[in-house]
């Protein structure tokens, strides 16, 4: 722990809430905290073998996109988010480790999906985190959609091959108690059952894992 606490003193850490996105920047690299890379450890393993677009549709600090854009195969990376303090971070450690592939916007997805053109059509892979209950049910930074249905025809919009999904997928596990409770019946339709009816629509599930205690799920865009 000694050891641990002295890194820390010699990195900046970027942290702050969901926890498990949280990293630091540690001699010119991002160093992932514990939480995240054990996170990113089981994503990873399902992304293409040679990532050519990438998407995060909650980026939160960035660590996914900014590693992502890294790959020598990726020609492109967006992350996109809400919450404009953790879009200023993206912004500045693009520009901090040049990483010219990465692009971040103050977006939702609705918007993404009806503008994808403009960032180069759809993309290969792409990734959704600790966000699915925020997009259902909405938080305290705007409303949710409350259709599952609608959400995944944006998210069929907006990527052309892998999408992976990790996140809470039961009324119950929810903690934005407060949209959860003002969605009345819509609420009860809040489950993993409901969200992979809503998914085959547009996806086939090629495999299923946990992180924690919450499912991961990876999809194949179907062709049409």
Known sequence: MEFLHKFHQNCKAYKGYPGNHNFYVCGGKLSPGSRLKSRYKVMEKHYPEKIKSFLDLSSCRGYFVLTASQA???ERSLGIDINVEDVAICKS???????????????????????????????????????????????????????????????S??????????????????QNVTQVEAAGKLAELYNKKA????????????????????????????RN
């Open 72 to 74: 020598p195969s990726c």
């Open 93 to 155: 450690l693009k520009k901090q480790f040049s990483l010219n592939k990465s692009q971040f916007e103050i977006m939702t997805l609705s918007d993404l999906a009806q503008n994808i053109e403009s960032f180069g059509g759809a993309f290969q892979t792409v990734v959704l985190a600790n966000t699915y209950q925020y997009l259902y049910f909405g938080s305290d930074s705007g409303p949710g959609y409350l259709s599952h249905d609608k959400i995944f025809d944006y998210i």
């Open 157 to 174: 919009r907006v990527c052309s091959d892998r999408f992976i999904y990790s996140n809470r997928s039961e009324r119950e596990d929810c």
């Open 195 to 222: 969200i992979l009816m809503a998914a085959s629509k547009y996806f086939d599930l090629i495999a299923e894992n946990t992180i924690g205690k919450y499912p991961m799920l990876v999809f194949q865009r179907r």
